[in-house]
T-cell receptor
Framework: KQEVTQIPAALSVPEGENLVLNCSFT??????LQWFRQDPGKGLTSLLL?????REQTSGRLNASLDKSSGRSTLYIAASQPGDSATYLC??????????FGTGTRLTIIP | DAGITQSPRHKVTETGTPVTLRCHQT?????MYWYRQDPGHGLRLIHY???????DKGEVSDGYSVSRSKTEDFLLTLESATSSQTSVYFC??????????FGSGTRLTVV
């Protein structure tokens, strides 16, 4: 079964620290991987999309990496801010026309 | 970003009544999806569409039907709502680079 796992389920860090969120998936034959952010009671905002042929993508303070051979992706957030507090979701397209989601990491940045 | 709107944003309905949720897109994307989000389960695919009148089931399709008579509209119907269908429903489209864009969600409560 194709599955996506995000550990830990929750993470708290002081403001200003750099941090890494983890995503693992069971099938290395992926099409692409997408990171989303979700604020409480809101929809999903796309952060970064990494195609199967890419190793990383960057947007501002965010950097996402992809290692298909180990079945892992990381989302690196530099110089964290209280506004970064949200739930971060990893979603994988295994090439079967749909996204499979992890259950997310709830991030709290402590001022 | 693709224009994608969901209606209604909130709905309370009684057990046994039919309910239809609407997803509307403005950019002529071929693929559209309905997901539900529940605590502890993350986002799970209900149904998806790959063109007008072309639809397929996701992992939690029981009790739901969909229709797509126009490219821009994808309807999700609960034939006879049950309390287990209380959830937040998200519509999504697959757009440029095969990245996904999500609507703002519909919060459905079945009492």
């Amino acid at each position: 079964k194709q599955e996506v796992t995000q550990i830990p389920a929750a993470l708290s860090v002081p403001e200003g620290e750099n941090l890494v969120l983890n995503c693992s998936f069971t099938d290395s034959a992926i099409y692409n991987l997408q990171w989303f952010r979700q604020d409480p009671g809101k929809g999903l905002t796309s952060l970064l999309l990494i195609q199967s042929s890419q190793r990383e993508q960057t947007s501002g303070r965010l950097n996402a990496s992809l290692d298909k051979s180990s079945g892992r992706s990381t989302l690196y957030i530099a110089a964290s801010q209280p506004g970064d507090s949200a739930t971060y979701l990893c979603a994988v397209n295994f090439g079967n026309e749909k996204l499979t989601f992890g259950t997310g990491t709830r991030l709290t940045i402590i001022p | 970003d693709a224009g994608i709107t969901q209606s209604p944003r909130h709905k309370v309905t009684e057990t046994g009544t039919p309910v239809t949720l609407r997803c509307h897109q403005t950019e002529n994307h071929r693929y559209m999806y309905w997901y539900r989000q529940d605590p502890g389960h993350g986002l799970r695919l209900i149904h998806y569409s790959y063109g007008v009148k072309d639809t397929d089931k996701g992992e939690v399709s029981d009790g739901y039907s969909v229709s797509r008579s126009k490219t821009e509209d994808f309807l999700l119907t609960l034939e006879s709502a049950t309390s287990s269908q209380t959830s937040v429903y998200f519509c999504a489209i697959r757009g440029q680079g095969d990245g996904y864009t999500f609507g703002s969600g519909t919060r459905l409560t079945v009492v």
